[in-house]
């Protein structure tokens, strides 16, 4: 049964990508649903659990194909009536921050909204500093043929590398960003996300950096907000960490969708 007032949503895209949503019973999702918030969770092409065809699909097209996925899912949820379409958010971890950014980039006006945990927001940069740099090339390029171990990537692979990456569609954001770092991360070292939030802090109408009066007013009306794990990493799974995260999760969603209705 659909409630009478559409409650807000919260799109929840998974990371891997190569991973799934299953049936079962999440903690906070479940916190997240008992503060109020309808909480779309979708397996994207790519997602584990359909066959190989299914997964194997992804490869090549991160970015685009995987972010698609996810708006067309918040879509069917507004023409269904069940989440209320000017109340959105979306939150993610590693891959599934790496879509956080893209939908906030490309589709800059439909969510209130973000908060990225551990996000991939340059591929071009991550390459050179994670644990897993042949990833990088699989999920961006659909093969590692070109990825050699001894030498650095070539300025060719360094551009479609970018072209996949969230930073590509920076200047396009408008929604206000929380975002949660590892400072131990080795999988997507912070530096990565550090890029991209010094890119957001240079354009925002809250920060000392912020572009001219009469510049283009798209950037974000609050300066990104940042909290550092600093003995934590990719998973942000120790006990202290989960209840911060979550808490300032919450807060953050609250504070951006004052006016819900519950």
Avoid at 85 to 97: A, I, Q, T
């Amino acid at each position: 049964l659909l409630p009478p007032h559409p409650p807000p949503a919260v799109l929840m895209p998974h990371g891997g990508p190569h991973t799934a949503m299953t049936l079962g019973w999440f903690p906070a999702y479940a916190f997240l649903a008992g503060l109020g918030y309808a909480v779309i969770c979708p397996n994207y092409r790519g997602s584990t659990g359909y066959g190989q065809q299914f997964a194997a699909a992804l490869p090549g097209k991160i970015g685009s194909m995987d972010m698609i996925d996810c708006a067309t899912a918040v879509k069917a949820a507004v023409a269904a009536g069940a989440v209320d379409p000017k109340r959105l958010s979306v939150v993610g971890g590693s891959h599934g921050g790496f879509l956080t950014g893209h939908l906030l980039g490309q589709l800059p006006t439909i969510f209130r909204c973000g908060v990225l945990r551990n996000p991939v927001c340059n591929l071009s940069l991550m390459v050179g500093i994670s644990d897993i740099p042949d990833w990088c090339y699989v999920e961006a390029m659909g093969t590692e043929k070109s990825y050699n171990k001894n030498c650095a990537p070539s300025a060719e692979d360094l551009g479609v590398l970018f072209s996949k990456s969230p930073i590509r569609w920076v200047g396009q954001v408008q929604a206000p960003m929380l975002f949660l770092l590892g400072a131990k991360d080795r999988r997507v070292p912070p530096q990565d996300a550090w890029q991209y939030i010094s890119e957001l802090r240079s354009r925002s109408s809250s920060s000392p950096y912020s572009p001219t009066a009469s510049a283009p007013s798209t950037a974000p009306t609050d300066s990104p907000r940042v909290v550092v794990f600093p003995e934590d990493s990719h998973p942000l799974s120790k006990p202290q960490t989960e209840f911060e995260q979550w808490a300032n999760t919450a807060f953050w969603l609250n504070h951006h969708n004052a006016d819900k209705k519950m």
